[in-house]
């Protein structure tokens, strides 16, 4: 698939190419870590758990699995938009105010749509 940012985003050929590859680098790790996530969150409790300690350990898990599973998903979302963006050619720039997103940030956050400066106000 061909991926394009923004004309106005400032962003050579060589750092969008990163930029997808890592995009696509951590969509790949969060799906993987959803499947391990998932097997955690749908575990059958054996009903032969004597040990309250045990039962409970394994209520934990569940939970904090269920947790960051959903944080993994709206991630997975982010992610979708910004491949969404780079299909359409408007990735690269802020959806609020339209200016170029320094590469700095796009490095740290990929998925992000807006500029630092735009969060803040």
């Not at 923004?6 to 680098?25: A, G, K, M, R, Y």
């Not at 350990?57 to 997975?76: H, T």
């Not at 050619?89 to 490095?107: D, H, M, N, Q």
């Amino acid at each position: 698939m061909e991926y394009h940012a923004h004309p106005d985003s400032e962003l050579s050929d060589e750092q969008l190419s990163q930029l997808v590859n890592t995009l696509t680098q951590k969509q790949n790790s969060l799906t993987q870590q959803n499947e391990e996530l998932q097997r955690l969150i749908t575990q059958k409790q054996d009903c032969s758990i004597l040990d309250f300690a045990d039962a409970a350990r394994l209520k934990d898990e569940s939970l904090r699995a269920a947790i960051l599973f959903d944080k993994n998903q709206e991630l997975l979302q982010q992610i979708a938009r910004a491949f969404v963006m780079l299909k359409n050619g408007r990735y690269g720039v802020s959806t609020v105010t339209g200016e170029s997103i320094p590469i700095e940030r796009l490095l740290i956050v990929p998925w992000t749509s807006t500029c630092i400066e735009d969060i803040s106000t």
